[in-house]
């Protein structure tokens, strides 16, 4: 049984799926950033609308954030924590001086694509390693982030 760490999980598959947890961890911080980039100097006719729903993409990014490297945690390594790390690691590019609604909108879009990805992976995983902890956390994202994706997609028309 020493293969199994405190929760019961084997070891290797548990520091694999917080590797990849470091991952979606930065992409998150960028993602983070990001959105309050575009919250602070969006302008255009959908001002007051895009400028509330980026400030809900940052606050439920700080939630996701904390969640993850917690989740990181309890799986027995440490997780990512300074912002070089981030953008070494991180998919999701950062953006500066964003201030057009539809090219704001379009990075949350293909933000929520890397996401995705990253989270459907780690689903399968978490799947093969008994990982329900990990298996739960990604299955309410993804759950939350395909709605977001249609609702900003009919932004977009």
Request: a negative charge.
């Amino acid at each position: 049984m020493d293969y199994l760490n405190y929760i019961g999980l084997e070891r290797d598959k548990s520091h694999h799926i917080a590797e990849k947890l470091n991952a979606l961890l930065a992409n998150y911080q960028v993602f983070y950033l990001n959105a309050r980039g575009f919250h602070w100097n969006i302008k255009g006719d959908k001002f007051f609308e895009l400028h509330a729903k980026f400030e809900e993409l940052y606050t439920d990014s700080l939630v996701k954030i904390d969640e993850i490297a917690e989740r990181v945690l309890t799986l027995g390594k440490q997780p990512l924590h300074s912002f070089s790390d981030y953008v070494e690691v991180a998919q999701i590019s950062e953006h500066k001086n964003v201030q057009d609604e539809g090219t704001a909108v379009r990075i949350i879009l293909e933000s929520f694509r890397i996401l995705l990805l990253q989270e459907r992976e780690l689903l399968v995983l978490a799947d093969e390693a008994q990982d329900e902890g990990t298996n739960s956390l990604m299955s309410d994202y993804i759950r939350e982030q395909e709605k977001l994706v249609w609702m900003y997609a009919a932004f977009l028309g």
